[in-house]
């Protein structure tokens, strides 16, 4: 059973810090590794994705992939209210070729003004 | 945004009818996926299918069916709905190039009295 792993929150920052939301996975052969952003109501959207150790910065979201640790984070730099969401941590299954993601439970996460 | 839509998006129905959900993308995307989302649970597959008439089985596929008889449409049937099955479901799909990723529908929120 593949897992993923996020720290359940919920996670209250207030605006303009940053945002610090981690991942632990346990299919050690994954390559591939994606952050969703849900509006309560609303369906995933993808907002970051990473193959390769290090960092990989997008306007203020930047993710970070350490496959040595099985380890995947997401910082949000200048937090603003309009980041209020749950993060959906999603690490593509090893193994086979049809794409299948296992998602972690989710992060809320809080901007407070 | 992939193009993709759910039908109906709001349904409510009575313990041991059958449901059918509709999921239809404009992508030509050959995978398609079914999700069930619960709070406590985060996303948990349901169904795949990785081309027409191919299918298989996600983690909770137990008193869900699916077809695929055409690219763009992917049915998910509850056979005799339980209150159990009370759920937000939402339809993925996923294009062929590697690094790709999975675009989700809009969500269908199903209750079972």
């Known amino acids: 059973q593949k897992e993923v792993e996020q720290n359940s929150g919920p996670l209250s920052v207030p605006e303009g810090a940053i945002a610090s939301l981690n991942c632990t996975y346990s299919?050690?052969?994954?390559?591939?590794f994606f952050w969703y952003r849900q509006y309560s109501g609303k369906s995933p959207e993808l907002i970051m994705s990473?193959?390769?150790?290090g960092d990989k910065e997008d306007g203020r979201f930047t993710a970070q992939l350490n496959k040595a640790s099985q380890y995947v984070s997401l910082l949000i730099r200048d937090s603003q209210p309009s980041d209020s969401a749950t993060y959906l941590c999603?690490?593509?299954?090893?193994?086979?070729?049809?794409?299948?993601?296992?998602f972690g439970k989710g992060t809320l996460l809080t901007v407070n003004p | 945004d992939a193009g993709i839509t759910q039908s109906p998006r709001h349904k409510v129905t009575e313990t041991g009818t059958p449901v059918t959900l509709r999921c239809h993308q404009t992508?030509?995307?050959?995978?398609m996926y079914w999700y069930r989302q619960d709070p406590g649970h985060g996303l948990r597959l349901i169904h795949y299918?990785?081309?027409?008439?191919?299918?298989d089985k996600g983690e909770v596929s137990d008193g869900y069916s699916v077809s695929r008889s055409k690219t763009e449409d992917f049915l998910l049937t509850l056979e005799s709905a339980t209150s159990s099955q009370t759920s937000v479901y939402f339809c993925?799909?996923?294009?062929?190039?590697?690094?790709?990723?999975?675009?989700f529908g809009p969500g269908t929120r199903l209750t079972v009295l």
């Open positions: 999603a690490v593509e299954n090893s193994g086979g070729s049809n794409y299948k993601l296992t």
């Open positions: 299919d050690r052969g994954s390559q591939s």
């Open positions: 990473i193959y390769s150790n």
């Open positions: 992508e030509n995307h050959r995978y």
């Open positions: 299918s990785y081309g027409v008439k191919d299918t």
């Open positions: 993925a799909s996923h294009g062929t190039v590697s690094t790709d990723t999975q675009y």
